[in-house]
Structures are given as structure tokens and as C-alpha cells.
């Protein structure tokens, strides 16, 4: 049972903005923080923002300023809007919901940012 389903990825150039959105299951998102987090290969995983069930926020130092996450309740969705976008925001993006000691992870999206 698919759980977390994302899009929103694509090619970019440098400066310009992509939204990434991520459906969740309604169980889920009623009572997780909800987080993205990005890979690129030969590195760990990183975390790039997450959202508490209240809307507190935390950033990566590396999108402060530049990218930001939100939650729609009604559509159980959350988004991270990314804006002035760089190379080195290359990378696949992962939807994350926590609530100890469970974690859900969506499947990926690519997001490329290249001339």
C-alpha cells in the first residue's frame, strides 16, 4: 500500500523555482510531521525542511530563504516551494512522515538544476 506519492520534479535552470507536492495518506498526515529530505549519489540523505501537525518549521541552513514547506490539511498534501534554485540543489527529492519510531517514504523525484 503505497503511502506517500510524490511529483513535481523536473529541470530547471539556475535561478528559477519548482513545487514539489506530496499526497499522503490521510492517517498518516493527520498525525505525522511531515518532512523532505534529498540524495545525491554517494552521500547520505539529507534533510531539507519538515513541518510539524502544527506548522512549526525546520530548514536546512543550505534552502534558508529560498525554499519553503507548507501543509494543506483539507487536501492531506504537503508541498516544498523551491525558488532561486541551484546546481547544487540537484538531487532526488523523498517526501518523509515521522511519528517515533515510524517512518514512510515516498518512492522520488528528480530535480535537476542545470543550464
Known amino acids: 500500500q503505497v503511502q506517500l506519492v510524490e511529483s513535481g520534479g523536473g529541470l530547471v535552470q539556475p535561478g528559477g523555482s519548482l513545487r514539489l507536492s506530496c499526497a499522503a495518506a490521510?492517517?498518516?498526515?493527520?498525525?505525522?510531521?511531515m518532512g523532505w529530505y534529498r540524495q545525491v549519489p554517494g552521500k547520505q540523505r539529507e534533510l531539507v525542511a519538515r513541518?510539524?501537525?502544527?506548522?512549526?518549521?525546520i530548514y536546512a541552513d543550505s534552502v534558508k530563504g529560498r525554499f519553503t514547506i507548507s501543509r494543506d490539511n483539507a487536501k492531506n498534501t504537503v508541498y516544498l516551494q523551491m525558488n532561486s534554485l541551484r546546481p547544487e540543489d540537484t538531487a532526488v527529492y523523498y517526501c518523509?512522515?515521522?511519528?517515533?519510531?515510524?517512518?514512510?517514504w515516498g518512492q522520488g523525484t528528480q530535480v535537476t538544476v542545470s543550464s
Open positions: 518523509n512522515g515521522h511519528r517515533d519510531p515510524t517512518d514512510y
Open positions: 490521510e492517517n498518516i498526515f493527520r498525525i505525522f510531521t
Open positions: 513541518i510539524t501537525t502544527t506548522g512549526n518549521t
